[in-house]
């Protein structure tokens, strides 16, 4: 079992900035990856970004179209933590964000595991 915390949501102006982040704790051995999701008032959950954990691509990112450039993931493996630094801030990045883990316990054997989610809100 993997438990995620998350921190850091708030209210700022467009244009502002703002850092996630997310520890996670219990079978982190276990965790391959980590994402961010986020999701706004009536609307369907939003993939953000990933990051790889372990194995050959470790550390590799990915970030949906509608952040890159604005958006970066990052990791510190000393702290079990993930962030979220979010730049360039726009009105429609008003959500709920929710940090969310994959672990891999064998070839046959996957599971996720979700935090609680951090309410981040742009001002128009």
């Known amino acids: 079992q993997v438990q995620l915390v998350e921190s850091g949501g708030g209210l700022v102006q467009p244009g502002g900035s703002l850092r996630l982040s997310c520890v996670a704790s219990?079978?982190?051995?276990?965790?391959?990856?980590m994402r961010w999701f986020r999701q706004a008032p009536g609307k369907e959950r939003e993939w953000v970004a990933g990051?790889?954990?372990?194995?050959?691509?470790?550390?590799?990112?990915y970030y949906a179209d509608s952040v890159k450039g604005r958006f970066t993931i990052s990791r510190d493996n000393a702290k079990n933590t993930v962030y979220l630094q979010m730049n360039s801030l726009k009105p429609d990045d008003t959500a709920v964000y929710y940090c969310?883990?994959?672990?891999?316990?064998?070839?046959?054997?996957?599971?996720?595991?979700w935090g609680q989610g951090t309410q981040v809100t742009v001002s128009s």
């Open positions: 219990g079978s982190i051995f276990s965790v391959k990856a």
């Open positions: 990051i790889n954990i372990s194995g050959v691509i470790s550390g590799s990112t």
């Open positions: 969310n883990a994959e672990s891999e316990i064998s070839a046959r054997s996957r599971q996720t595991y």
